[in-house]
């Protein structure tokens, strides 16, 4: 079956800090790669997306790329600020299996951006 | 941008009894809602995918007679948590999508926390 694996949190960074999140998924398919964010007391949100190898989705200063050889979509972003403390969840949509719209969800990682 | 809303945010309710949560797109029609619940340090568990109109599709290892979902319009699901015990306590979230939306735009509720005691 479907799964994603991504790092425990909490992750804490100082503001302007580079920061990462690993994510890894395993597949029966071709998915589709989500990275969702969901800010205190509000909805999970589309971030970004990727929907084949190679591809690179960016949003807000962050960004993924689809890396099929290493099953992985790792979120980074360059300097992050104090608005972006919410907790990050990786995600798979698996055409083949049909489930166009039955996404497979990570543990979800909580960052931290301290002043 | 869309908007979905779950009633109530926290709940708690005693062991044997039933309890209702409601999810609502407040800004458009949501032709698929879909309930997902969440425990601690785990991830979001797909329980049941519901359009408007007809039965929810459960999957597998979710009782269907345990929790009962209606899509009776296409700005409104709800989730009935029957016969209330306490390993049913987690955090229930919701989500809806646009009629010819594309099928990864999912619009989240901010979820339910439910507590059986």
């Known amino acids: 079956g479907n799964s994603v694996t991504q790092m425990e949190g909490p992750v804490t960074l100082s503001e302007e800090a580079f920061l990462t999140i690993n994510c890894t998924y395993t597949?029966?398919?071709?998915?589709?790669l989500f990275w969702y964010v969901q800010y205190p007391g509000e909805g999970l949100q589309l971030l970004l997306k990727?929907?084949?190898?190679?591809d690179k989705g960016s949003n807000k200063g962050f960004e993924a790329t689809y890396r099929k050889e290493t099953t992985s979509f790792h979120l980074e972003k360059g300097s992050v600020q104090v608005s972006d403390s919410a907790v990050y969840f990786c995600?798979?949509?698996?055409?083949?299996?049909?489930?166009?719209?039955?996404?497979?969800f990570g543990t979800g990682t909580q960052l931290k951006v301290e002043l | 941008g869309a908007v979905v809303s779950q009633h109530p945010s926290r709940v708690i309710c005693k062991s044997g009894t039933s309890v209702k949560i409601e999810c609502r797109s407040l800004?458009?029609?949501?032709?698929?809602m879909f309930w997902y619940r969440q425990f601690p340090k785990q991830s979001l568990m797909l329980m049941a995918t519901?359009?408007?109109?007809?039965?929810?599709?459960?999957e597998q290892g979710v009782e269907k007679d345990k929790f009962l979902i209606n899509h009776a319009s296409l700005t409104l699901s709800t989730l009935t948590v029957t016969s209330a015990h306490p390993e049913d306590s987690s955090f229930y979230i919701c989500?809806?999508?646009?009629?010819?939306?594309?099928?990864?735009?999912?619009?989240f509720g901010p979820g339910t926390r439910l507590t059986v005691t």
């Open positions: 800004d458009f029609q949501a032709t698929t």
């Open positions: 995600a798979l949509s698996d055409r083949v299996t049909g489930g166009g719209n039955k996404l497979t």
């Open positions: 989500s809806a999508s646009l009629l010819g939306g594309a099928y990864y735009e999912q619009y």
């Open positions: 597949a029966t398919g071709y998915p589709s």
């Open positions: 990727a929907t084949k190898a190679d």
């Open positions: 519901s359009n408007e109109g007809s039965k929810a599709t459960y």
